[in-house]
T-cell receptor
């Protein structure tokens, strides 16, 4: 499978717990993005990596959210002390330098905080 | 904060007719514009992008851009039931091509009636 892969596909957690999601981009893509989408809304930008460097992070993003891409390949998104408002679909996308804005999305991780 | 406005719908179109989806954006500096299709429960899929004023055609899809009016539209000719989905309009977060991330509208829910 050569598409963007996200794991897990679904996550149910209790409020206050930490969760971590993983994204494996398309192998030749050096750009990686995290978005969050809630019902009835478009995806909301969270953060962006070029290779291992985190170049952009949404000003709206709580300090409870952190993302890494240590070797410029896969990325992880961690949410600490989850709140019910964190319940959403977390989408990862990737693109290549020469086709920068043509991003391909993974299937997402649906988080439910109970 | 850049804004992208779309009528959430639902927009109901008979099979075989032309579906017209509209989007307005707030930032006159936006240079590129993207249309994504999202089926229920699935991730967004890029279907068209346009950089220049005028029309861009790809199969049954035509994107139309009017920078003076800050308006971009997507036309779907010979609409098929498989076109039923939510269509998301997006612009770059920052000036440029959008490689740093995108701002999405809420999407228009399109229903093609057989």
């Amino acid at each position: 499978d050569t598409g963007v892969s996200q794991n897990p596909r679904h996550k149910i957690t209790k409020r206050g717990q930490n969760v971590t999601f993983r994204c494996d981009p398309i192998s030749e893509h050096n750009r990686l993005y995290w978005y969050r989408q809630t019902l009835g809304q478009g995806p909301e930008f969270l953060t962006y990596f070029q290779n291992e460097a985190q170049l952009e992070k949404s000003r709206l993003l709580s300090d409870r959210f952190s993302a890494e891409r240590p070797k410029g390949s896969f990325s992880t998104l961690e949410i600490q002390r989850t709140e019910q408002g964190d319940s959403a679909m977390y989408l990862c996308a990737s693109s290549s330098s020469d086709r920068g804005a043509e991003a391909f999305f993974g299937q997402g991780t649906r988080l439910t905080v109970v | 904060q850049k804004e992208v406005e779309q009528n959430s719908g639902p927009l109901s179109v008979p099979e075989g007719a032309i579906a017209s989806l509209n989007c307005t954006y707030s930032d006159r500096g936006s240079q590129s514009f993207f249309w994504y299709r999202q089926y229920s429960g699935k991730s967004p899929e890029l279907i068209m992008f346009i950089y220049s004023n005028g029309d861009k055609e790809d199969g049954r899809f035509t994107a139309q851009l009017n920078k003076a009016s800050q308006y971009v539209s997507l036309l779907i000719r010979d609409s098929q039931p498989s076109d039923s989905a939510t269509y998301l309009c997006a612009v770059p977060l920052y000036s440029g091509g959008g490689a740093d991330g995108l701002t999405f509208g809420k999407g228009t829910h399109l229903i093609i009636q057989p």
